[in-house]
């Protein structure tokens, strides 16, 4: 079966600093694989998306990327955070559009920027 | 212009009652349809998927699609306190799923 894993659960950053967030899946090959961002009490945003290695999509302009290094890895990362960073933020896979087209998530990082 | 339009809520129904949550959404291309459930704090859980016009049944869940009117519906029979949550509705657009922003669903006991 497959899984997603996603970390850190939580963590605190002040504004400047770096980012980066790992995700990755197994089971499965070739998925689609996607960043959101949920803010408080509010929808998830599509940030990026992926259908291959280094094939990235950017959906909102912003001072974040994104990279897919191996076939099942996507990281999102930051070189400065800034205060509206903080969030959900939540990987997320597909299998490959026109077979199961139902999108699973990991179980997301509770970003706080100070 | 939001793309998949949610009433935000609280919808709240007592328990036993039918839950009905809504959804809209504007591209009329689109072709895949999907119903998340999330617990605060939580990532979202997928509980229905729906592709053709029509109801799907899946326990106490039903999913209802009407293309010509692009509107989406989840009804939950026998709400459970436990069903209390924010429910999603997603709607495919080209390679991407877009969100609504949820309706938060208060079962009362």
């Known amino acids: 079966s497959q899984t997603i894993h996603q970390w850190p659960a939580t963590l605190v950053q002040p504004v400047g600093s770096p980012l980066s967030l790992e995700c990755t899946v197994e089971?499965?090959?070739?998925?689609?694989l996607y960043w959101y961002r949920q803010a408080a009490g509010r929808g998830l945003q599509l940030l990026f998306y992926?259908?291959?290695?280094?094939?990235i999509s950017s959906e909102v302009p912003q001072n974040l990327s994104a990279s897919r290094p191996q076939d099942r890895q996507f990281i999102l990362s930051s070189k400065k955070l800034l205060l509206s960073d903080s969030g959900f933020y939540l990987c997320a896979w597909s299998p490959p559009w026109g077979t199961n087209e139902k999108l699973f998530f990991g179980s997301g990082t509770q970003l706080s920027v100070l | 212009q939001k793309e998949v339009e949610q009433n935000s809520g609280p919808l709240s129904v007592p328990e036993g009652a039918i839950a009905s949550l809504n959804c809209t959404y504007s591209d009329r291309g689109s072709q895949s349809f999907f119903w998340y459930r999330q617990y605060s704090g939580k990532s979202p859980e997928l509980i229905m998927s729906?592709?053709?016009?029509g109801d799907k049944e899946d326990g106490r869940f039903t999913a209802q699609l009407n293309k010509a009117s692009q509107y989406v519906s989840l009804l939950i029979r026998d709400s459970q306190p436990s069903d209390s949550a924010t429910y999603l509705c997603?709607?495919?657009?080209?390679?991407?799923?877009?969100f609504g922003s949820g309706t938060r669903l208060l079962v009362r006991p």
């Open positions: 997603a709607v495919k657009s080209s390679y991407k799923l877009i």
């Open positions: 729906i592709y053709s016009n």
């Open positions: 089971g499965t090959s070739n998925p689609n």
């Open positions: 992926s259908v291959g290695i280094g094939q």
